[in-house]
Each structure stands twice: as structure tokens, then as C-alpha cells.
């Protein structure tokens, strides 16, 4: 498990797999609960979302969501804050 400079805990997992103890963070339209993930795509880490039924990690790229295999699940409870001009 990765611990992030922020103190948050992070757990490589892939193909949907959800690691036993993550919280989630949000829920779809019909009431799935979703997991905040993180994924390494073209040169970078970005946010993400996950839950067993997409099979895989579901991320923003270029004005769509892509589907990413491998990626890491936020495992803490976050602390959402506001961001504005690509800071985050």
C-alpha cells in the first residue's frame, strides 16, 4: 500500500477489483456505490472513479471517460476542497 504525501492510503488493485476495507465516496444514478482511484495514463496520474461492474477504472481524457485496467483506490475517507484553474 502506497502512503501519498498527503497521508492518504492508496492500494494498486485492477479489472474493477475493489480492496477490502476502501471506502467509497459517491454513489451512480441508480444507487452503486462508487470509489475514488487514481490512474497513470499518458505521463501523468489523474482522478478517476471505480466500482466492480465497469471491470476496470474509468478516468477523463480528452472530453471522454476512458477505461483504464490498472490503477489505485483511495482506501480513507477524503476531504473534498475546491479547485479552480487546474490546481488541485
Sequence with gaps: MDLSADGYRWEPARGGWI???AVPHGYEANGE???VCRVRMHGGVHPGKVRPAFGAAQAAWGGNEVS???YEVLMDRG???I???GAV
Design 79 to 81: 476531504v473534498w476542497g
Design 83 to 85: 479547485a479552480s484553474g
Design 68 to 70: 483504464v485496467d490498472e
Design 33 to 35: 456505490p462508487l470509489w
Design 19 to 21: 480492496p477490502p476495507g
